[in-house]
């Protein structure tokens, strides 16, 4: 069975600074991954996902994640962070044959 | 459009009683998902729906929770009774169909508090 690894639970940072929030999976077969973004009383939203091809994939509002299969990552990147990008930040990994698993999320606080 | 709707947006029940979470998806969304956040961690899946039939409740437990989508629409998700380890938010989501391409979209969630 597969599993995610989100070793961050919190990551402050200054607003305009660059921020990666890592993100790291386990599985026996291939994967398909996925950042979703979830906003103070909102619901979850798709950031990006990577499905298969280049192994860099862009997202919405900026953000852009690398899939690493030796290493088994896919880290969310930012060049420069705004106050609204302080948001939970969910990384999740899906087989062909089972269900979407959710890593336990970072936090990432903006500081003005 | 509209969004994933869910009600209540919070609950506060006493363990031991029964509760009742209801979910509408957007219209056309084959697939429904409910799944429970405990705070701290990810959303775990409860149950998928496919229509109205289930394809996955796998992580339900069973011997209290409950879910249906009887004409393949709305689904209510229930739990009888409560203990206070089911404190956490219900999500439920939902995607035009099956697949690992088909994008999740999520409800607010309702918020259950168990005392």
């Known amino acids: 069975a597969q599993s995610v690894t989100q070793l961050d639970s919190q990551v402050p940072v200054f607003e305009e600074a660059p921020v990666e929030l890592r993100c790291n999976y386990s599985s026996s077969v291939s994967v398909y991954l996925f950042w979703y973004v979830q906003y103070p009383n909102q619901g979850l939203q798709l950031l990006l996902k990577?499905?298969?091809?280049?192994?860099l994939v862009k997202g919405i509002n900026g953000f852009e994640a690398e899939f690493n299969k030796s290493q088994t990552s896919f880290h969310l990147r930012k060049p420069s962070v705004h106050i609204s990008d302080t948001a939970e930040y969910f990384c999740?990994?899906?087989?062909?044959?089972?269900?979407?698993?959710f890593g336990p999320g970072t936090s990432l606080s903006v500081i003005p | 459009e509209a969004g994933v709707a869910q009600s209540p947006r919070y609950k506060i029940i006493e363990k031991r009683q029964s509760v009742a979470f209801w979910c509408n998806p957007i219209?056309?969304?084959?697939?429904l998902y409910w799944y429970q956040q405990i705070l701290g961690q990810g959303p775990k899946l409860l149950i998928q729906?496919?229509?109205?039939?289930?394809?996955?409740d796998s992580q339900l437990p069973k011997d209290r929770f409950s879910a249906e989508r009887l004409k393949g629409v709305d689904s209510t998700l229930k739990i009888q009774p409560a203990k206070l380890e089911d404190s956490a938010v219900y999500l439920c989501?939902?995607?035009?169909?099956?697949?690992?391409?088909?994008?999740?979209?999520f409800g607010s969630g309702t918020q259950l508090s168990v005392l």
């Open positions: 999740a990994v899906k087989t062909s044959y089972d269900k979407v698993i």
């Open positions: 990577y499905l298969s091809g280049s192994t």
């Open positions: 729906f496919q229509n109205n039939g289930v394809v996955d």
């Open positions: 219209s056309g969304h084959a697939t």
């Open positions: 989501a939902s995607s035009l169909r099956t697949g690992v391409n088909e994008k999740l979209f």
